[in-house]
Every structure is written in structure tokens, then in C-alpha cells.
């Protein structure tokens, strides 16, 4: 069961790590950040962020490229 904690806009939930370092992320949080079929996984101050994938990320990156050359 999801819970928010007192006084922060933050949903937490305890999901299991399997033997194979597997975890599940519950249906309510993979709908509500549009994750599809990949999430990037960062390491911060002790804490693991799932992020999810933006796809169009790359075409900026070819729009700046060509204003720069």
C-alpha cells in the first residue's frame, strides 16, 4: 500500500529485491512517469533514482550540433 509521507509531495512504497538484484516498480509509479519498455537507473548520495527514458532527447542534440558547424 502506498503511503506520502508527512509534509513532503513524496510517494513511497517498499518493494523487494530478489536473490538476483531484481526489483519490480509498482504499476502506479511506471503510469504515472510514462515508462515504456526502458528507465535510466543513477546513483546519487546514496540513493538509486529511476529516471525515465525521454527518446527525443537525442534530436536536440543533432539541432545544436548543426547550429554550432
Same mark, same amino acid.
Given at each position: ?5 508527512? *509534509? ?5 512504497k ?17 503510469k ?6 526502458? @528507465?535510466d537507473c543513477?546513483?546519487?548520495? *546514496? @540513493?538509486?533514482?529511476? /529516471?525515465?527514458v525521454?527518446?527525443? @532527447?537525442? @534530436?536536440?542534440?543533432? /539541432? ?6
Amino acid at each position: 500500500m502506498m503511503q506520502k509521507e508527512k *509534509n513532503r509531495k513524496t510517494t513511497k512504497k517498499r518493494i523487494a529485491v530478489s536473490p538476483k538484484r531484481q526489483i519490480t516498480l509498482p504499476l502506479a509509479f511506471v503510469k504515472q512517469l510514462g515508462i515504456e519498455y526502458e @528507465a535510466d537507473c543513477v546513483l546519487e548520495q *546514496n @540513493a538509486i533514482k529511476i /529516471l525515465p527514458v525521454c527518446e527525443d @532527447a537525442g @534530436a536536440f542534440d543533432e /539541432l545544436i550540433l548543426a547550429e554550432i558547424m
